[in-house]
């Protein structure tokens, strides 16, 4: 391959970070070097999303802002969800572009960059032949400490404002060992944090008909030496077992942190968006997390104007937050996908409604979320030191088990280790501590 360096631009979720990590590393393999400017570039690969539309805007004006300063001669390639989607459509949108490539078609990147290097024209590999080979290709992380671990690939779910299983393919869960070798190879690689990613990880083993495969999987790897946490994402309420609440408290290395999209909290919309759970279910299982592991930090997703959501509605979804109090949410306002379910229901809501939904959920989850983070006050946590802090030149930063970062004045040589801290300050994005001094350490722990 004649090719020197490349660059990846990434857009969208942690699973598309690690299809680019994986990438990286096949690129790497073939004797390309990674170079962190694009315009030094030879090859340039830009990952895209399309789970809302202002994703899929974001990534093609990036992709041609790219183009316009690239180097002559350039390779460029486009893949991820919108490549899926989009096809040869993109070579009319983006003029100097070699080939676009699909979600399953990560293993043969490098195939189709000799071959525009051969002189093949524009070329497209979009088949969703549920094809799970890329899915374990062992990928350098892109942090020292951290790193993902694909255990699935796809969505069976189709909700009805979602286009994943369109451009993602059938639900297909590795195999197990292949999963636990890859963690035993990343631990012995120095790696002491995992994240176990898949569309709806509570469903592990489905597809090779293993019930109770997620929380089986969650023990094997609660044994292997060296991994210290243990996190994952994303969870379908529908499918969190009690098999697998039960794994908090049970599994050490398991981080008491759980990402739990509701959506919704109003019944006749879960009903709409097909998400076959109703409101109190999901406050049922939410109970239950707490009671088995109390402390634990519940994060989830919702949309905002839904297609006939009405005011009613949306004060349901408000008075399901206020009696969960989640630790953080991500909220979005509606987006229509092509080709989804909920594409094609009536009563769609005004943008400016959205908007007004939006910022009065988001105000009230500011609320909910500081308040959360200020329970942390006075305590101490446990803190894996990942490196400078954005605020201060003196701090470093670091997450708790619950994800949370927090900032605290340290000396660099500390980056990877873990160390206790005590927690002076809640913010809403953060929390400020102090390192406790050995002695501190040595009392906490005999207590
Ligand atoms: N519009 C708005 N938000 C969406 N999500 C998925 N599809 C859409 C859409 N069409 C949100 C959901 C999901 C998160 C990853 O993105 O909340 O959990
Ligand atoms: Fe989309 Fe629903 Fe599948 Fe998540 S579970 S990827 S929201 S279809």
């Known amino acids: 391959m ?38 030094r570039a030879d090859l340039i690969i830009v990952n895209t999303c399309s789970i809302r539309e202002k994703a899929e805007q974001k990534a093609i004006s ?30 009319r949108k983006l003029n ?83 999963v636990l070798d890859e963690i035993r190879s990343l631990a012995g690689n120095g790696i002491r944090e995992v994240t176990l990613l898949g569309q709806n990880v509570n469903s592990y083993g489905k597809s090779f008909g293993r019930e109770g495969g997620f929380s089986a999987l969650l023990r094997q790897i609660g044994q292997i030496d060296g991994i210290e946490r243990v996190r994952f994402t994303t969870s379908h309420p529908k499918d969190l077992a009690e098999d697998i609440m039960f794994c908090f408290a049970e599994i050490e290395n398991l981080c008491e942190h759980i990402h739990l999209p509701v959506q919704s909290g109003a019944d006749r919309v879960l009903e709409k968006m097909n998400r076959r759970y109703t409101s109190g279910d999901y406050l049922a299982k939410v109970e239950k997390l707490r009671e088995i592991c109390p402390g634990i930090c519940i994060t989830t997703d919702i949309i905002v104007g839904f297609p006939g959501e009405t005011e009613e509605d949306f004060e349901k979804t408000l008075e399901l937050m206020r009696k969960i109090h989640f630790d953080g949410a991500f909220s979005f306002k509606y987006s229509d996908r092509p080709g989804t379910a909920a594409e094609k229901l009536e009563g769609k809501i005004s943008d400016s409604v959205k908007g007004r939904r939006l910022k009065v959920l988001q105000a009230l989850q500011d609320m909910h979320t500081l308040e959360r983070n200020r329970e942390l006050e006075g305590g101490i946590q446990q803190v894996i030191v990942e490196g400078a802090s954005k605020n201060s030149g003196s701090d470093m930063m670091g997450r708790t088990r619950t994800n949370r970062i927090v900032n605290f004045p340290a000396e660099p040589h500390l980056i990877g280790s873990t160390v206790s801290v005590r927690i002076t ?14 002695r501190e350490v040595f009392q906490c722990c005999c207590k």
């Open 62 to 91: 990036e992709a041609g802002k790219l183009l316009k300063r690239a180097k002559p001669g350039l390779i460029m390639g486009i893949g991820g969800c919108m490549a899926q989607k989009e096809g040869s459509r993109l070579l």
């Open 425 to 438: 300050q809640a913010y809403l994005h953060s929390l400020r501590g102090e390192m406790l001094s050995e």
């Open 96 to 178: 100097g572009l070699d080939f676009v490539f699909g979600t399953q078609a990560i293993g043969r990147v490098p195939d189709l960059v000799r071959r525009v290097q051969e002189g093949a024209d524009f070329i497209v590999d979009t088949s969703l032949n549920g094809n799970a080979e890329s899915i374990g290709i062992l990928a350098i992380p892109g942090q020292k400490t951290s790193a993902f671990v694909s255990i699935m690939q796809g969505c069976d779910n189709y909700c009805a404002f979602c286009v994943v299983p369109y451009l993602r393919g059938r639900e297909i869960s590795r195999d197990m060992q292949g």
């Open 2 to 39: 004649k090719q020197k360096s490349f660059y990846i631009k990434t857009f969208g979720c942690q699973i598309n970070v690690h299809d680019s990590e994986q990438i990286a590393e096949l690129l790497i393999r073939q004797g390309l070097k990674p170079v962190k400017d694009a315009k």
